[in-house]
């Protein structure tokens, strides 16, 4: 049975720096790949990056600059750090297994920045 | 960057209609295109896989086609159930989804 569960802060205060963990269970992340994607409260979704399954990332360019993805294989755990965080950048953020589409989700984690 | 254009944004229909979404990408993006279905308070489910492929699991109303720039998500009988907003998603170069389009029932 596929699973991923996302944990981080739920509050992060603006210029910060996100960090999320992505953990994985019932697949293997060196033949899948995970992207994060995010969901700003009442808007629409956001991909924004991914690490395949030969460890190599791709990032949406709007958010490149701030954005790092990283995993371990031996934990089967993924990890997101973005930096110089704004209000903007309040949401849901989801990992999700992206291969032959994104077809498992993880819950979500609701990030909050403010001071 | 690609950008992924749906209409409409809102989309108001009866059971048992024919419901057609429409997604619209500003380059051709090779049927690299996926539908997902987002119930409020859940996460995205994958319908349909490039362009045309049903996933697993999901009810035979759930079509789509296209090529080029110019893609559908066909609900050939809508139900109750189906009442969620709708994205599209191109792979084809970069990744993005689409604004959505949130259907409801009449």
């Known amino acids: 049975q596929v699973q991923l569960k996302e944990s981080g802060p739920g509050l992060v205060q603006p210029s910060q720096t996100l960090s999320l963990t992505c953990t994985v269970s019932g697949l293997s992340l060196t033949s899948n790949s995970v992207s994060w994607i995010r969901q700003p409260p009442g808007k629409g979704l956001e991909w924004m990056g991914v690490i395949w399954s030969n460890g190599g990332t791709d990032y949406n360019s709007a958010i490149k600059s701030r954005l790092s993805i990283s995993r371990d294989t031996s934990k089967s755990q993924v990890f997101l750090k973005m930096n110089s965080l704004q209000t903007e950048d309040t949401a849901m953020y989801f990992c999700?297994?992206?291969?032959?589409?994104?077809?498992?989700w993880g819950q979500g984690v609701m990030v909050t920045v403010s001071s | 960057d690609i950008q992924m254009t749906q209409s409409p944004s809102v989309l108001s229909a009866s059971v048992g209609d024919r419901v057609t979404l429409s997604c619209k990408a500003s380059?051709?993006?090779?049927?690299?295109l996926d539908w997902y279905q987002q119930k409020l308070g859940e996460a995205p489910k994958l319908l349909i896989y490039?362009?045309?492929n049903l996933q697993t699991g999901i009810p035979s109303r759930f079509s789509g086609s296209g090529s080029g720039t110019d893609y559908t998500l066909t609900i050939s009988s809508l139900q109750p159930e189906d009442v969620a907003t709708y994205y599209c998603?191109?792979?084809?170069?970069?990744?993005?989804f689409g604004a959505g389009t949130k259907l409801e029932l009449k």
């Open positions: 490039f362009t045309n």
């Open positions: 380059q051709n993006i090779n049927k690299n």
């Open positions: 999700a297994r992206d291969t032959m589409g994104i077809t498992y």
């Open positions: 998603y191109q792979y084809n170069s970069g990744n993005t």
